[in-house]
């Protein structure tokens, strides 16, 4: 079955720490891989994505992604958050011919003062 | 400037009403989605929209559910007969040539 999990519904951590946000995602979706932010009350913004080439990926505000074949894995990193990072988070893959998004549970990342 | 913009951005109804929600990319583009986002749960894939026809539908997308292009511009998105599990935020989204799907603010549609 298509699918794409996101091992944590919930990561709390202290400002200016390191975070990482985990996404694993089933071998029948296509590598097209996608992390998208959701602020409070507003919609999905594209983080970064993951199409061919270099494994890893930089996006926005410092975040990036590294594509694990082997692990079929996408986990989103950044070294140093901000309180501004607190948001919902989703892992998505491209899926089929129509180019429909499989998303993840959500992780909700919550930065600490 | 969004991609796309969607209106209105919060609808409340009465259930069995009549919903339309509308999304008017910026750009031409290929394809067209709704999703929908039942609160605190996951984004999920309702229909996708090519070149003036439904291309895949999921099994949320039952005969309740319709989409057009009416004149070319606007995506629009009807619930004909509303009921409370309908209450979510609704997104539309569009892609190009490039497999990347940017996403409207959404529209929060409450049925009461």
């Known amino acids: 079955a298509q699918s794409v999990t996101q091992l944590d519904s919930q990561v709390p951590v202290f400002e200016e720490a390191p975070v990482e946000l985990r996404c694993n995602y089933s071998?029948?979706?296509?590598?097209?891989l996608f992390w998208y932010v959701q602020y409070p009350n507003q919609g999905l913004q594209l983080l970064l994505k993951?199409?061919?080439?270099?494994?890893l990926v930089k996006g926005i505000n410092g975040f990036e992604a590294e594509f694990n074949k082997s692990q079929t894995s996408f986990h989103l990193r950044k070294p140093s958050v901000h309180i501004s990072d607190t948001a919902e988070y989703f892992c998505?893959?491209?899926?089929?011919?129509?180019?429909?998004?499989?998303f993840g549970q959500g992780t909700t990342l919550q930065v600490k003062p | 400037e969004p991609e796309v913009t969607q209106t209105p951005s919060h609808q409340v109804t009465q259930m069995g009403q009549e919903v339309i929600l509308r999304c008017v990319p910026i750009?031409?583009?290929?394809?067209f989605y709704w999703y929908r986002q039942i609160l605190g749960q996951k984004v999920e894939f309702l229909v996708s929209?090519?070149?003036?026809?439904?291309?895949?539908k999921s099994e949320i997308f039952d005969d309740q559910f319709s989409v057009e292009r009416p004149d070319g511009s606007n995506f629009t998105l009807k619930i004909r007969s509303t009921k409370l599990e309908d209450s979510a935020m609704y997104f539309c989204?569009?892609?190009?040539?490039?497999?990347?799907?940017?996403f409207g603010q959404g529209t929060r549609l409450t049925v009461v």
């Open positions: 998505a893959a491209h899926s089929g011919n129509t180019g429909k998004l499989i």
């Open positions: 071998s029948s979706v296509s590598v097209y």
């Open positions: 993951y199409l061919s080439g270099s494994t």
């Open positions: 750009s031409n583009h290929l394809y």
């Open positions: 929209f090519y070149n003036n026809e439904i291309s895949e």
């Open positions: 989204a569009r892609q190009g040539g490039v497999p990347e799907a940017f």
